[in-house]
């Protein structure tokens, strides 16, 4: 059975940076292909950030993020991360972790194990 734990976030200024971290238990090359990283602000539909496939680190990302949030993952340790610079309080949401079994997804019904979710707030 595969787990999510997150781990990261907070509060930073507009302009700032914040790393968050994803570890990943039970994990199979049958059971999680890729990663996904999702955001909820309040009052919003949950949207896609950014997704990583565990065997060639090849990457996708919501149009929001181009340019300023970087995944990677590191699989000697089941962990992925997301490096986001540049905020913008308009990036103030929790954000989301999720593994798959299919790849590099962008739907969040693909997913089948999530996170806890993590605060992630800008101040202005």
């Known amino acids: 059975q595969v787990q999510v734990e997150q781990s990261g976030g907070g509060l930073v200024e507009a302009g700032g940076s914040l790393g968050l971290s994803c570890a990943v238990s039970?994990?199979?090359?049958?059971?999680?292909?890729?990663m996904g990283w999702f955001r909820q602000a309040s009052g919003k539909e949950r949207e896609f950030v950014a997704a990583?496939?565990?065997?060639?680190?090849?990457?996708s990302y919501g149009d929001f993020a181009k340019g300023r949030f970087t995944i990677s993952r590191d699989n000697s340790k089941d962990t992925v991360y997301l490096q986001m610079n540049n905020l913008k309080p308009e990036d103030t949401a929790v954000y989301y972790c999720?593994?798959?079994?299919?790849?590099?997804?962008?739907?969040?019904?693909?997913?089948?194990?999530w996170g806890q979710g993590t605060q992630v707030t800008v101040s202005s």
């Open positions: 999720a593994s798959n079994r299919l790849g590099l997804m962008v739907l969040s019904r693909h997913y089948e194990d």
């Open positions: 990583i496939r565990w065997g060639d680190g090849i990457t």
């Open positions: 039970g994990r199979t090359s049958s059971t999680s292909a890729g």
